[in-house]
């Protein structure tokens, strides 16, 4: 089958509604996993022991669970007990709570890497301890993070195809039915993989600007 670019200019229009769509629950998914991250990290800090323990099984569950399963189960389980999402919201919750484990790790390591005497003079000076996190802790914590945070991101934007299991019509959905209803595969199996690689090129730049700007002085 040779290549046809009269067949790429038509499908190209579907093909850039798929990756607004793998865009959109990339960048909602990632904003989701920060967010879950934080309170995992926080709460298995400094929760009472109980609070801490359950949340350190639960972010093991999940970190210890297939993606593809857990989109499943949000997806096609939660249904059976009355609980409807449509299916970017699930997926958008899928990535967002598989990521925000990782993203835990990456807090717990920077929070504990701000200096102890931090934490002693914010209690010295009387802040309350919701004080001490929002304008002593964090604002240290996590810039140095922002590198590794990132990985994630581009990591979440490759597992995005998983979606198509769930009827997304993110990318690599809307190719497999150009594909299917056209018989044609190689056009826009191809093209999918030039999205991907473009995109992952950009995130790679990203990234990289990301640990210059944010890498402690004696690494630079």
């Not at 096609?76 to 709570?97: C, E, T």
């Not at 198509?164 to 056209?182: H, Y």
């Amino acid at each position: 089958m040779e290549w046809d670019w009269n067949f790429v200019w038509e499908i190209m229009p579907t093909l850039i509604e798929g990756l607004k769509i793998t865009l959109l629950a990339t960048v909602f998914g990632a904003a989701l996993a920060a967010v879950i991250g934080l309170a995992f990290a926080i709460l298995r800090m400094t929760a009472p022991r109980p609070i801490a323990k359950t949340t350190s099984f639960v972010v093991e569950f999940i970190r210890g669970t297939p993606l593809l399963v857990q989109l499943y189960f949000i997806f096609y389980v939660l249904p059976d007990i009355g609980i409807r999402l449509p299916a970017l919201l699930a997926g958008v919750i899928g990535l967002g709570l598989h990521y925000g484990t990782y993203a835990a790790e990456v807090y717990r390591a920077g929070i504990e890497n701000v200096p102890r005497g931090q934490w002693e003079a914010a209690k010295a000076t009387n802040l309350t301890a919701r004080q001490t996190w929002i304008h002593v802790v964090l604002p240290q914590a996590i810039p140095p993070m922002i590198p590794a945070l990132a990985n994630y991101l581009i990591a979440m934007f490759k597992e995005t195809p998983l979606l198509s299991a769930i009827t997304v019509l993110e990318l690599m959905n809307q190719a497999k039915s150009v594909a299917n209803s056209s018989y044609r595969y190689i056009e826009p199996m191809t093209l999918v993989g030039v999205f991907f690689l473009i995109m992952s090129l950009i995130s790679v730049v990203f990234l990289r600007f990301l640990e210059d700007r944010f890498s402690p002085l004696e690494q630079r």
